[in-house]
């Protein structure tokens, strides 16, 4: 194998593409993809939401037959029925959403597929020492009795990528590998990647973010709508040239506005701790001030508390420590608020989880924009279409929300529009307060950019806006403080002036204090 | 002293019978439910393969032929219900109700058309049923103390299908968990798309397991009418489906566990009707509607939390879809 990069030759394509097609009804995913994957190297795929790098990804995995097209493995014609027949080519993929069974330990869902016998016994012995062997070769140590449900995602990555490493595979997928992990398992797997190029494999890595495949690949394929827009070495281009192939367009910076002095204070929460029944506080001892035309923007490794900060902060839980107060109300135990009390008095919230509390998927889009806030469905008691209608249009049009059908139900919409539509319908009243959980994740470039805009916009005209993200980048371009939670705790809270993504990460893991701001 | 053990053994006897067609419709239930398919339909196998079973057996006297008959009735409804959950990947609830209803109006149709005798069977005689079996050494040993009775009394003297009954549960165990099927097959339960990604067919699996189930329903069935009964009689089933799908949710899908809910709920039917008539202190006559309705308040209690958790398989009752 011609381990190594940038030797002078051509290298042997370990995955060639001709003329790939495939359509999802009337979406066209793919539409005529050439590509060549050279063997011994980090290949990127890089591209927006929807611009087909993961049905692509799913050809070449066998999960999907392409409708056209031929695909060639190592040289030689390969035509895939199931993933069986690419494992058997040497083919291994690590989903986004992992492959693994929770209540299996790591061995047997590694050793699933391939037990060895119909005995489990038979093959156990032989398969935990090839594994121990597997682990300590690629540097992915884990505990192969340990159950799946117990391991943090970062483990759960590694058992994936060794589960494909025991199916044999020289040519390993990773779609979207690194949206779970922290900036410091992104690192150590980036390690893994290299350490199997090295070996002579071949790692592909899917990914719309443009810093990681700068930093880890060798060559890089863009996709845009299906099509393959551009080839490149990653020594030869730059982020900017790469983000105008994905978007098909120059992609401008958000740009900070200048500071507007002093800001009044509009919500104040103290000594916020929570605790699910009988377990280990989630939250503990927050205290906070949102102040209007300020964002203060929550990071942390998702699963640190932000969640219910945001839960407590908007109604969904009961608070039971500490106090928060809000338009001249103190909410505390012994003086609950619910959601739309909360609302009723200017309080707006965009769920982390858009599809399961933003939205109720099969309802039209002008029914979900109208979602608490029953004034804007029609007169009294009653809905009314022609209300529904006159509000979701405007709506519709100002948030470029595609297609623009009002009565197309929310699960018809992509991951952005859905979240357009949440943002709309929150964003319309101009709110005192914002809680705003993961505005753009899983959404493309071109729409963060809308989203991004729309927030400053709100921030201008005076919301106060608590920005929840596990996306330093975004934090960054947006926040003008930032707070960051470990473990339920305030780590620190630090002006966005001056912070680093590196400093914000060591506070995440709990390796630094901040100082106080 | 000997007089209170041989009523202990004889309670635990009647349990064994009892819990018997428990066993075998919890262990069907199981192997559906842990390969991702709900079986609601348990009821309803239990009840055909009771019918065929008496009406094969009657028409040929051979106990042999009217077991062949249960297990074909039971697997051919497993199938319809297979055809509809897995192949069609239809609502699993609706269909499982389908054959409950199917079953329910078939038997008696049938059994009215062959046998015009209101929807039963005739009785059958000793040779058309399986009848029960000492052991050998059953009353040499009776003298011993203690352990005598036991063995005559409980372990010896039932017919072939009990023993069956218990053995189903060392080999469900066996088969879900000391094998290559088994792990496959709770895979597709918990996480049918990492049997997928595995290369590994889900709907294969499933069908397996819709099938393994049809077959421990008919031994349940042919138990009912041709071992434990001498006949069949229109639903003679009487909800032992429904039992045996509380103690698979009372046992957590594990066989062990879902074996003590089968003998607990067995036990507290062979004690209601002793019960009958029976002064209690403190509590005046005995409340048998009370006991008899114990198992599935157990269950809804169980299933309220009370207990730990009862954590189903991941991916019940979810159809796989692949998409292509």
């Known amino acids: 194998m011609s381990g190594g990069n940038g030797s002078g030759e051509a290298r042997r394509a370990a995955v060639r593409l001709r003329g790939v097609t495939k359509r999802f009804g009337a979406v066209l995913a793919n539409d005529d993809v050439d590509l060549d994957i050279p063997a011994g190297t980090v290949h990127g795929i890089i591209g927006e939401n929807g611009a087909g790098k993961s049905t692509l990804a799913s050809i070449i995995y066998g999960l999907y037959a392409a409708d056209r097209g031929s695909m060639e493995i190592d040289g030689r014609p390969a035509s895939l029925r199931s993933p069986a027949d690419a494992i058997r080519l040497g083919v291994g993929m690590v989903h986004q959403h992992f492959m693994l069974v929770p209540t299996f330990t790591v061995l047997e869902n590694v050793m699933l597929g391939m037990e060895g016998g119909f005995r489990l016994r038979g093959g156990e ?10 682990s300590r070769t690629h540097g992915l140590e884990v505990d192969p009795d340990a159950l799946i449900d117990d391991l943090p995602v970062g483990l759960r990555q590694r058992v994936e990528i060794l589960k494909a490493l025991f199916r044999g595979a020289r040519i390993l997928i990773l779609d979207e590998p690194t949206g779970v992990l922290t900036p410091d398992e992104t690192d150590r797997l980036f390690v893994v990647l290299r350490a199997i190029r090295d070996a002579g494999g071949t790692a592909v890595l899917i990914t719309h973010k443009l810093r990681e495949v700068m930093a880890v690949c060798d060559t ?8 393959l827009a551009g080839h490149r070495n990653t020594d030869e281009t730059t982020t900017g040239e790469l983000a105008e192939l994905m978007v098909g367009r120059k992609v401008g910076q958000t740009v900070r506005p200048p500071e507007s002095g002093a800001r009044t204070p509009v919500l104040r929460a103290a000594g916020l701790t929570w605790r699910q029944a009988g377990s280990a506080p989630r939250l503990q001892d927050v205290s906070l001030e949102l102040r209007a035309g300020e964002i203060l923007a929550v990071a942390g490794v ?19 420590e500490g106090y928060v107060e809000f338009a001249g109300r103190r909410i505390d135990a012994a003086h609950p608020a619910t959601p739309a009390e909360l609302r009723a008095l200017g309080l707006a919230h965009v769920p982390e989880d858009r599809q399961r509390r933003g939205l109720v998927l099969p309802f039209e889009a002008r029914e979900n924009a109208v979602l608490g806030r029953p004034e804007r469905a029609g007169p009294g008691p009653w809905t009314s279409g022609a209300a529904m209608q006159a509000h979701a249009e405007p709506l519709i049009e100002r948030f470029d929300i595609r297609p ?13 529009n859905q979240q357009k539509i949440v943002l709309a319908r929150e964003f319309e009243s101009v709110p005192a307060v914002l809680l705003l959980g993961q505005p753009t994740r899983g959404v493309d470039i071109g729409t963060i950019e809308t989203i991004h805009a729309e927030v400053m916009a709100l921030k201008e005209r005076g919301s106060a806006i608590l920005l929840v993200s596990t996306e330093l980048d975004e934090i960054l371009a947006l926040a003008d403080r930032i707070m960051v939670l470990n473990a339920g705790r305030v780590a620190g809270t630090v002006p966005a002036e001056g912070a680093t993504a590196r400093r914000l990460g060591l506070m995440m893991t709990g390796a630094s204090e901040g100082m106080g701001a | 002293m000997p007089e209170l053990w041989i009523d202990v053994l004889t309670v635990l006897d009647g349990t064994a019978r009892l819990a018997a067609p428990l066993i075998f419709c919890a262990m069907a239930g199981l192997v559906s ?26 028409l040929t006297g051979s106990p042999w032929a009217g077991l062949a008959a249960a297990l074909a009735a039971s697997v051919m409804l497993a199938l319809v219900h297979g055809f509809a959950c897995i192949t069609h990947r239809g609502e699993q609830i609706v269909s499982g109700v389908a054959v409950n209803i199917l079953a329910l109006g078939m038997t008696v149709v049938v059994a009215n058309a062959l046998f015009r005798h209101g929807g039963h069977t005739p009785a059958l005689g000793a040779g058309e049923r399986f009848s029960p079996i000492a052991l050998p050494f059953a009353e040499s040993l009776r003298e011993v103390p203690l352990l005598g009775p036991l063995y005559a009394e409980l372990v010896s003297g039932h017919n072939l299908l009990v023993y069956a009954a218990f053995l189903s549960v060392l080999l469900v165990w066996w088969l879900g968990w000391r094998t290559r099927f088994g792990l496959r097959l709770r895979a597709a339960g918990e996480l049918p798309e990492a049997v997928d990604s595995a290369g590994v067919s889900v709907s294969a699996l499933r069908y397996r ?8 329903c008919g031994l349940a069935g042919a138990y009912l009418s041709i071992a434990h009964g001498a006949g069949f009689v229109r639903e003679m089933s009487a909800g032992k489906g429904f039992l045996a799908l509380a103690a698979l949710i009372f046992g957590r899908w594990r066989p062990l566990p879902v074996l003590f ?10 004690v209601a009707p002793r019960l009958q008539g029976m002064e209690l202190p403190l509590i005046g006559p ?29 991916a019940l009752g979810r159809p796989f879809v692949k998409e292509h």
């Not at chain 1, 012995?125 to 594994?131: E, K, S, T, V, W």
């Not at chain 1, 890089?220 to 099509?227: A, D, E, F, L, N």
């Not at chain 1, 839960?311 to 839980?317: N, Q």
């Open chain 1, 125 to 134: 012995a032989d398969i935990r020492a090839r594994l121990e062997d597997l």
């Open chain 1, 220 to 227: 890089v394929s863009v996709m845009r709508h299906g099509r």
């Open chain 1, 302 to 320: 998702s699963g640190n508390g932000q969640s219910e900060l945001l839960d407590l902060l908007s109604g969904l839980a009961d608070v039971q």
């Open chain 1, 404 to 416: 623009p059908e009002p009565r197309r139900p929310a699960a018809g919409f992509s991951g952005g």
């Open chain 2, 33 to 58: 439910e842990r390969s991702g398919i709900v079986d609601i339909g348990l009821e309803g196998k239990l009840l055909a393969g009771a019918f065929a079973a008496a009406a094969v057996a009657t």
């Open chain 2, 209 to 216: 397991g819709i099938l393994i189930a049809g077959l421990l």
């Open chain 2, 261 to 270: 809910a089968c003998l607990l709920f067995g036990l507290l039917d062979t």
């Open chain 2, 286 to 314: 005995a409340p048998v509607a009370l006991v008899s309705v114990l198992p599935y308040a157990m269950t809804v209690v169980l299933l309220a939390g009370f207990f730990g958790r009862a954590v189903p398989p991941g």
